[in-house]
Structure formats: C-alpha cells, structure tokens
Nanobody, 118 residues
C-alpha cells in the first residue's frame, strides 16, 4: 500500500509562487520509485481532476499549455518525493492539488489547497 502525502499549499497573491511536495511512503518498493512516472493534478469543485504536470521514469517532464512556463515538476528518487514549483500564479490556479502515479494511480491522497487571491 502506497500513501501519498501532499504539502506546501496555501494562500498566495496573484503573481506569487509556491512549491508543493508529495512524499510517497513506498517502503519496500523504494527502489522502483525511480521507474514511476508521476504527475501533479488539480481539482476544483464541480470539475474533474486535471493533469498539470507529468514526469516520466526517465525524468522527461511535460505540461499542458495552461501550465507551461509557469510550473516545473521534479522528482527526488532518493526521497521518494515529487515537487511542483509554481510561479506567476493566477486566480484560476486555485484548486486542490494532488500527485499520483501516471497511468496506474495509487489511492489518492488528501491533496493540498492552493488559493490565489489578493
């Protein structure tokens, strides 16, 4: 059983930045975390969850147009942790942010709330 714990969210003004973290309690499977493609997703009430950044097992990152140039995903395999650096935040970025494995997700964590407001 893999647990995902997201953190780092908060209230930030438009134009501000945040760095989110996602720690995977992967224990016996730590050695294979490096092979996992991981993604950051966000969800607002009434809408489906959307992918905002992905990173493959070999470290290649990709982003949707809405996030390109503003979001940066990275992965520390030694810590089984995935990060999302967000800059130039906009009110439309307000959402609960989650991380999970791409393709075959684990049980979803509780997420971390990001609120962009003046």
């Amino acid at each position: 059983q893999v647990q995902l714990v997201e953190s780092g969210g908060g209230l930030v003004q438009p134009g501000g930045s945040l760095r989110l973290s996602c720690a995977a309690s992967i224990n016996d499977f730590r050695d294979i975390f490096s092979t996992y493609g991981m993604g950051w997703y966000r969800q607002v009430p009434g809408k489906s969850r959307e992918l905002v950044a992905g990173i493959t097992g070999d470290g290649s990152a990709y982003y949707p147009l809405s996030a390109k140039g503003r979001f940066t995903i990275s992965k520390d395999n030694s810590k089984s942790t995935v990060y999302l650096r967000m800059v130039d935040l906009e009110p439309d970025d307000t959402a609960v942010y989650y991380c999970n494995r791409l393709r075959i997700p684990f049980t979803w964590g509780q997420g971390t709330q990001v609120t962009v407001s003046s």
